[in-house]
């Protein structure tokens, strides 16, 4: 019998909690004691009535819009029941897509006037994040909000203090931190088996036109058809230009740059495994090198962050880098190097390299040692072997082992289904604001480095600049 999509899932997760340091995968806790991996896979299965539904409307439906709806609805008692956009023909494709009942509208505030939506799904260019979803919030509804939380630092903390204010479930879209694969590096790191964190290594690389965001623009694109007017609202005006509404990433008037777009990602990886608050010091550099089409952001930047210690890590530094024209076709990695070994995090897969650091100290090889002269070298040895006795032999164990997902598996529906069980217990999911927040702060600040020359301090605790 062929296994479906949700079986294999099941058997993967059973898999890992067989393993020997699988005893914290299910479930895994994070500093504040949420459940982050509590899925409910009988759930799944089950059938809803259509008065028991989790009704879903989505605002923004460019690319993640789209991609969004498309897994939301697969998870079992969920329903696509109105979207909003600025261009008319994302509106005309989401009925062609997703049925002609849905309520269309270019105007979100009609959206959250609407009794039958439990929930929004925001996914509008970055300027609109804090303003849509503190509306959203006020207005009772469950929010899913794509990455970065906010456009600029100074938007996070009324974001965080809605969510607080209201009890209202939010949920950043960086998915990758409700994936198993995660949930695996988590693990091992808190195994202790790498010894010592030192320091992790990142980079989110591309090396193509839709990946540097020089995306398609629809040929009846007009005045008529955008409601480019409303698309602006509190960004400097601007004459109607289609380039800057269709490729908005490309501005630092609507989003938020190489950091707010890829930076983040990584640092929600980061954050999920170490259980950390983020750094304290921030300083990026980079440049448009080689995308030279109008854009005001990089498409290099290299970034470095230093962790200061926590109850959850030792102090470490961090070294983070995206690339546009990366040479290589594009890649993504995050590398946790320790004093014992290296935990490397791709997006379906987790390496562990084990190199464990030599209890005692060697001779000979690259070392002085080889410049002593013979008499010298023999004393050195007589002395050495009296001060280090060998060592009992020891079994040797693997070098490196290898963690793969299901070819199948899809962080993304566990991301949506998360929110789903979290809006129907009334939970934390794994992504509130507080941690969305602390996923972008950094981002931000590495922008405000890169365009300002200088090193930013920021207090990851208190979530607010030095």
């Given at each position: 019998?062929?296994?479906?999509?949700?079986?294999?899932?099941?058997?993967?997760?059973?898999?890992?909690?067989?393993?020997?340091?699988?005893?914290?995968?299910?479930?895994a806790t994070s500093a504040q004691g949420r459940n982050v991996r509590k899925l409910d896979w009988a759930g799944l299965h089950r059938k809803y009535a259509a008065n028991d539904k989790i009704r879903l409307a989505?605002?923004?439906?460019?690319?993640?819009?789209?991609?969004?709806?498309?897994?939301?609805?697969?998870?079992?008692?969920?329903?696509?029941?109105?979207?909003?956009?600025?261009?008319?023909?994302?509106?005309?494709?989401?009925?062609?897509?997703?049925?002609?009942?849905?309520?269309?509208?270019?105007?979100?505030?009609?959206?959250?006037?609407?009794?039958?939506?439990?929930?929004?799904?925001?996914?509008?260019?970055?300027?609109?994040?804090?303003?849509?979803?503190?509306?959203?919030?006020?207005?009772?509804?469950?929010?899913?909000?794509?990455?970065?939380?906010?456009?600029?630092?100074?938007?996070?903390?009324?974001?965080?203090?809605?969510?607080?204010?209201?009890?209202?479930?939010?949920?950043?879209?960086?998915?990758?931190?409700?994936?198993?694969?995660?949930?695996?590096?988590?693990?091992?790191?808190?195994?202790?088996?790498?010894?010592?964190?030192?320091?992790?290594?990142?980079?989110?690389?591309?090396?193509?036109?839709?990946?540097?965001?020089?995306?398609?623009?629809?040929?009846?694109?007009?005045?008529?058809?955008?409601?480019?007017?409303?698309?602006?609202?509190?960004?400097?005006?601007?004459?109607?230009?289609?380039?800057?509404?269709?490729?908005?990433?490309?501005?630092?008037?609507?989003?938020?740059?190489?950091?707010?777009?890829?930076?983040?990602?990584?640092?929600?990886?980061?954050?999920?495994?170490?259980?950390?608050?983020?750094?304290?010091?921030?300083?990026?550099?980079?440049?448009?090198?080689?995308?030279?089409?109008?854009?005001?952001?990089?498409?290099?930047?290299?970034?470095?962050?230093?962790?200061?210690?926590?109850?959850?890590?030792?102090?470490?530094?961090?070294q983070l880098r995206v690339n546009f024209t990366s040479g290589d076709g594009g890649s993504s990695k995050s590398r946790l190097v320790g004093t014992d070994g290296v935990i490397e995090v791709g997006g379906d897969?987790?390496?562990?390299?084990?190199?464990?650091v030599q209890s005692q100290p060697t001779y000979g090889g690259w070392d002085s040692y080889g410049t002593f002269s013979e008499a010298q070298q023999k004393e050195y040895a007589d002395w050495y072997r009296q001060?280090?006795?060998?060592?009992?032999?020891?079994?040797?164990?693997?070098?490196?082992?290898?963690?793969?997902?299901?070819?199948?598996?899809?962080?993304?529906?566990?991301?949506?289904?998360?929110?789903?069980?979290?809006?129907?217990?009334?939970?934390?999911?794994?992504?509130?604001?507080?941690?969305?927040?602390?996923?972008?702060?950094?981002?931000?600040?590495?922008?405000?480095?890169?365009?300002?020359?200088?090193?930013?301090?920021?207090?990851?605790?208190?979530?607010?600049?030095?």
């Open positions: 019998m062929q296994k479906t999509k949700n079986s294999t899932r099941r058997s993967f997760v059973k898999k890992l909690a067989a393993g020997a340091l699988a005893a914290g995968f299910l479930p989505c605002i923004g439906m460019g690319i993640m819009g789209f991609n969004n709806c498309r897994t939301a609805v697969k998870v079992p008692g969920s329903e696509l029941v109105a979207v909003c956009d600025l261009y008319d023909g994302r509106m005309g494709h989401a009925k062609e897509e997703f049925g002609t009942h849905l309520f269309t509208t270019r105007n979100y505030e009609e959206i959250l006037a609407r009794q039958d939506v439990d929930a929004v799904i925001i996914a509008t260019s970055d300027h609109w994040h804090d303003h849509i979803s503190i509306a959203a919030m006020k207005a009772g509804k469950a929010v899913y909000c794509e990455k970065p939380m906010v456009q600029h630092m100074d938007e996070g903390r009324a974001v965080v203090d809605t969510q607080k204010k209201t009890g209202k479930v939010m949920q950043i879209g960086s998915q990758r931190v409700s994936s198993i694969v995660l949930a695996k590096a988590q693990e091992l790191y808190k195994s202790g088996i790498i010894g010592q964190l030192i320091a992790v290594e990142a980079w989110n690389d591309r090396q193509s036109s839709n990946g540097a965001w020089q995306y398609s623009i629809p040929t009846d694109a007009s005045e008529k058809t955008v409601d480019w007017e409303r698309f602006q609202g509190d960004a400097p005006k601007h004459a109607y230009d289609p380039v800057r509404f269709f490729r908005w990433r490309n501005y630092q008037d609507y989003g938020t740059g190489v950091a707010g777009d890829l930076f983040v990602h990584l640092f929600s990886g980061l954050h999920f495994i170490t259980e950390s608050s983020g750094p304290e010091r921030i300083f990026a550099t980079g440049g448009l090198r080689y995308w030279k089409d109008g854009r005001d952001v990089p498409d290099y930047m290299s970034a470095l962050f230093d962790y200061p210690e926590s109850a959850t890590h030792p102090a470490f530094n961090f897969d987790v390496i562990l390299r084990k190199h464990k001060k280090y006795p060998r060592l009992p032999e020891q079994m040797e164990e693997p070098g490196e082992l290898v963690f793969k997902a299901p070819e199948d598996y899809d962080e993304h529906f566990d991301h949506h289904a998360n929110f789903v069980r979290c809006i129907r217990e009334n939970a934390m999911p794994v992504e509130d604001a507080a941690f969305g927040f602390r996923a972008a702060a950094p981002s931000l600040a590495a922008n405000m480095s890169y365009f300002e020359k200088k090193v930013v301090n920021w207090d990851p605790v208190k979530m607010e600049l030095r």
